[in-house]
């Protein structure tokens, strides 16, 4: 990662931080921190952050993206898999825009994403 990359998840670690000290369960800002964590190579961080997110989301469309972006950046086949079962009940939707994401190539080529597609309709 370059240094202007890092000093920019930084900053956002830090912003999405100061949202979660107002109100711990905001389950969104709390989704960016792990995203935040995971593109700084925090991976347990991440993977317990997120965790706690998808648990305490109201808003969960939102935390389902961050989701899946944070489970691709941290990379993995455990991690795919996870992305793939936080989408296993998401609106279809969500998986058609993420399959515009162009961070997101390796996923959209992952025949178990493929399959979500055709299974929500998706072109």
Same mark, same amino acid.
């Given at each position: 990662?370059? *240094? ?10 830090? $912003? %999405? ?6 109100? /711990? ?9 792990? +995203?935040? #964590? $995971?593109?700084?190579? #925090? ?8 965790? =706690?997110?998808? *648990?305490?989301?109201? @808003?969960? +469309?939102?935390?389902?993206?961050? $989701?899946?972006?944070? +489970?691709? %950046?941290?990379?993995?086949?455990? =991690?795919? =898999? $996870?992305?793939?079962? %936080?989408?296993?009940? %998401? /609106?279809?939707?969500?998986?058609? @825009?993420?399959?515009?994401? /162009? ?5 959209? *080529?992952?025949?178990?994403?493929? =399959?979500?597609?055709?299974?929500? #309709?998706?072109?």
């Amino acid at each position: 990662m370059d *240094k202007e990359s890092e000093q920019a998840n930084l900053a956002g670690l830090e $912003a %999405a931080e100061a949202t979660l000290q107002v109100d /711990p369960s905001f389950g969104y800002a709390r989704s960016f921190v792990a +995203y935040f #964590h $995971a593109r700084l190579r #925090h991976r347990q961080l991440a993977q317990t952050e997120i965790a =706690q997110a998808l *648990k305490s989301s109201t @808003d969960g +469309y939102d935390v389902l993206w961050m $989701a899946v972006l944070t +489970y691709e %950046a941290l990379g993995g086949l455990d =991690q795919r =898999q $996870a992305a793939l079962d %936080a989408l296993s009940s %998401a /609106p279809a939707q969500l998986v058609w @825009d993420l399959n515009r994401w /162009p961070d997101l190539a390796g996923l959209q *080529k992952d025949p178990r994403f493929v =399959q979500l597609l055709v299974s929500n #309709h998706v072109q």
